[in-house]
């Protein structure tokens, strides 16, 4: 019995842990992830604990990876709110798939840091343009954008 409620739980972080993750670095608190996610409180903040969240979210600004999680975040939320209106059309589909294949190269690192991040940065702001009307999101979203160039210049 214990193989079976172990196994549900890996299956579950599997299945929703990194969404959670790159949520809360984006800025999502625990209680909207929990509302996003068919997730209980409590087994995020045992992930929230076990894989450091905080420190990771502290690192945002500096860290290219962590960069590229948050704004991983910001792209699922704001696509999953736009298909589940109806919204999005096969081209703007298209061009999601694009940011995430550049943002995942981003995350992992693998290739010209400087590169992939004006590429990513170009894209997704350029989507952002079109669906954010939140003036406050658009401002918490530059910051971060300004906070990694920042960082790649000091890196240089």
Not at 84 to 105: N, Q
Request: proline share 3%; with cysteine; charged share 35%.
């Amino acid at each position: 019995m214990m193989g079976i409620n172990k196994r549900t739980k890996q299956v579950k972080r599997e299945l929703y842990g990194e969404d959670a993750q790159s949520l809360y670095l984006a800025g999502k608190e625990l209680a909207e992830i929990q509302q996003l996610l068919p997730v209980a409180l409590a087994t995020l903040k045992r992930w929230h604990r076990e894989e450091r969240w905080e420190e990771k979210r502290r690192q945002v600004p500096v860290s290219p990876r962590w960069l590229g999680e948050a704004l991983r975040g910001i792209l699922r939320e704001k696509a999953g709110r736009l298909i589940i209106k109806g919204d999005l059309k096969a081209p703007e589909l298209d061009e999601l798939s694009k940011i995430v294949t550049l943002l995942d190269r981003l995350c992992s690192q693998g290739w010209d840091m400087r590169a992939a991040a004006l590429e990513v940065m170009d894209r997704f702001i350029e989507f952002l343009r079109r669906w954010v009307k939140d003036p406050e999101e658009l401002k918490q979203i530059s910051y971060r954008v300004q906070e990694f160039f920042r960082q790649l210049e000091e890196e240089s």
